[in-house]
């Protein structure tokens, strides 16, 4: 069995923000040379997400309106984490609620997508440089 593994970096300018990585985890694939197998994309922090849904404007204007109803970035003193004297507290629940990794199939070379799938970083803490990891293994 072959393994191959990359991390990808990311700076969103906003506290919260979507980026479709689907190229880059296209071109960890092609550089892994493994045709048939898994491939795995998790965030490296504990305030930021990876999931798969569509490339679609008004949907992830959508997910950041959900997102802050269900856990407003402000008043930041209304979460006991913030007492640590960190701002974050809504951006770690945002990441749970948005998962923290995928698992893509590998076939004939290519992700194995369903319709529209594509694979995206969520960021909910940022203006800071991030890791993504891909970690690929098969034959
Ligand atoms: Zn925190």
Do not use: C
Not at 50 to 61: A, K, Q, T
Not at 67 to 95: C, F, M, S, V
Request: aromatic share 10%.
């Amino acid at each position: 069995m072959k393994s191959y593994r990359k991390e990808l970096f990311f700076e969103v300018p906003e506290r919260m923000g979507f980026v479709n990585i689907t190229p880059q985890v296209e071109e960890a694939l092609r550089m892994s040379g493994i045709r048939e197998g898994l491939a795995l994309v998790n965030a490296m922090h504990i305030t930021a997400s990876v999931f798969i849904n569509d490339d679609e404007r008004g949907l992830h204007h959508d997910y950041a309106q959900w997102l802050e109803r269900l856990a407003p970035h402000a008043p930041i003193g209304q979460y006991r984490h913030n007492d640590t004297g960190e701002d974050n507290a809504d951006a770690h629940l945002k990441r749970q609620v948005m998962g923290r990794e995928v698992v893509v199939a590998v076939t004939e070379g290519r992700l194995d997508f369903g319709t529209w799938e594509q694979i995206f970083y969520g960021e909910f803490d940022g203006r800071r440089r991030k890791r993504v990891l891909v970690k690929i293994i098969g034959e």
